[in-house]
C-alpha cells in the first residue's frame, strides 16, 4: 500500500532524541525546547514562538490569550479539519461558518463581511492543505473592524503569500507538529506571534497559569499544553532540512501535474499566481457520482486515498440548517492523493496511471 503520508525521519532526529535523553531534560523543559521556540517563529517570520502538545491545543491557546469567550463570535472557514472549530468551542465562543472560494477551497474573502456581527472578535483564516488563502482583503476587512486574525497553517508549514510565509501575517498563528505534518515532532504544535503580550498571556495560560515570581502560585485557571524537551529535538531536526522537505513535496506535485495532465474526469486543485503553496495533499476533484468509487478503486490497487474534510455545518455538534454550496461541492469531490515527500516518480506515475486507467473503463 502507498500511503497517502508518511513521515520522514533521520539520523539527525535520532541523534538529537539521544542527546535530550541523555540529558535528562525529558519533560517541557530543555536546551531543544529553547531553541525550537527560537528558530521555528523565525522561520516564519515572527517574533515569538510557544510551543504546545499538539496544533489544537496551540490553537486553543490563541483563543484564550486573545480573551475569546461566551457571547463572542468567530468567523471560520466550514471546510477545515474539525479541530479549527473545536478550538472555538473551546473557550464558550460560537464558530460562524464561511463558504470556500472555488479555485483553493479556502475561505471566501467576499464573504467574510457580510457574517461580522457586533459580536464577532475574530476571523480565523485556514491555509487548505499547503496553499494560502488570499490574506490582504482579509487583512484589510479585519483591521477596519478592529478583529484579530487568527491563521491556521497547520498544514502550511513555509507556504508564502506574496513572499510572505503564513502564519505571520495575522495576529497570530497555528502550526502543527503531527505525524503527517511538514515538520514533525509526533504529536506537537505552536503559536507564533510578533505580539509580545499576546505571547506572554499564551505562556502563562499553557503551564497551569503558574506565577512567573512566585513558586507553585497559580493567579488563573490555565491548561498543561507543553511540549517535551524530546519532541522539540525532532522538531529542531526536522527544521534544519524543510527547504528539502519542501522541494521533494513540490517535485512531487510537478510529477502529478505532468501524469494527470489531460485525463478526462480530474482537476487539479491550481497554485495562485500571488501563493507559494506547500502541497502537504496533493488534491483531485473528480465528479461526486465516482469519487468514492474511485477511491474503492485505488485502494483495491494499492493506493491509499483519504476524501476531502466534512464542512463543519455537517457535523452533528454544528449543523445549522444552512447550506454552504461551494464547501459541500468540493467535499463531496475532493481527494488527497499520497503526498509524502519520500515518494519515488514511479510511484505517482503508477497511481496517476491507475487514475487514467479507472476513467477509461469508465468510457467503455
Given amino acids: 500500500m502507498i500511503p497517502v503520508y508518511r513521515p520522514s525521519i533521520g539520523a539527525r532526529e535520532r541523534q538529537y532524541v539521544a542527546e535530550a535523553i541523555d540529558s535528562t531534560w525529558i519533560s517541557s523543559r530543555g536546551a531543544f525546547l529553547d531553541r525550537f521556540e527560537r528558530e521555528f517563529p523565525a522561520y516564519v517570520g515572527a517574533d515569538l514562538g510557544v510551543a504546545a502538545a499538539n496544533g489544537t491545543v496551540a490553537l486553543h491557546l ?16 466550514t471546510l477545515t479539519y474539525v479541530a479549527s472549530v473545536n478550538a472555538i468551542a473551546y473557550t464558550g465562543a460560537t464558530p460562524v461558518f464561511v463558504d470556500s472560494e472555488p479555485e483553493h477551497g479556502n475561505l471566501d474573502p467576499e464573504l467574510v463581511e457580510r457574517a461580522i456581527t457586533p459580536r464577532t472578535k475574530a476571523i480565523e ?16 476587512i479585519a483591521e477596519r473592524h478592529r478583529l484579530a486574525v487568527v491563521e491556521d497553517a497547520a ?11 503564513v502564519g505571520s501575517l495575522g495576529t497570530v498563528g497555528l502550526f502543527s507538529f503531527f505525524g503527517n505534518k511538514i515538520v514533525t515532532t509526533g504529536e506537537g504544535g505552536m503559536l507564533v506571534t510578533s505580539d509580545h503580550e499576546l505571547a506572554e498571556r499564551a505562556r502563562h495560560l499553557r503551564g497551569q497559569g503558574v506565577s512567573p515570581t512566585k513558586t507553585y502560585w497559580h493567579d488563573v485557571v490555565g491548561f498543561n499544553y507543553r511540549m517535551t524537551n524530546v519532541a522539540a529535538a525532532i522538531g529542531c531536526a526536522q527544521l534544519e532540512r524543510i527547504d528539502d522537505t519542501l522541494a521533494a513535496k513540490r517535485t512531487v506535485a510537478d510529477w502529478y501535474s505532468r501524469h494527470l495532465d489531460g485525463v478526462d474526469g480530474v482537476t487539479l486543485l491550481a497554485e495562485a499566481p500571488w501563493a507559494s503553496s506547500v502541497y502537504w495533499m496533493n488534491c483531485i ?8 468509487q474511485l477511491m474503492a478503486y485505488l485502494a483495491a490497487e494499492g493506493v491509499e486515498t483519504r476524501p476531502f474534510f466534512y464542512p463543519a455545518h455537517t457535523l452533528p455538534m454544528y449543523a445549522m440548517g444552512h447550506s454552504f454550496p461551494v464547501a459541500e461541492r468540493l467535499a463531496a469531490s475532493g481527494i488527497n492523493l499520497p503526498s509524502h515527500p519520500t515518494l519515488g516518480e514511479d510511484e505517482v506515475t503508477s497511481i496517476s496511471a491507475s487514475i487514467r486507467s479507472f476513467f477509461r473503463s469508465r468510457r467503455r
Fill in 285 to 292: 476533484l473528480v465528479a461526486a457520482g465516482v469519487r468514492d
Fill in 125 to 140: 483564516v485556514v491555509h487548505l492543505y499547503g496553499h494560502p488563502a488570499e490574506m490582504a482583503p482579509i487583512l484589510d
Fill in 62 to 77: 490563541a483563543f484564550a490569550a486573545l480573551g475569546v469567550g461566551p457571547g463572542d463570535e468567530v468567523i471560520v472557514p
Fill in 155 to 165: 498544514e502550511a508549514h513555509g507556504a508564502e503569500y506574496k513572499g510572505r510565509k
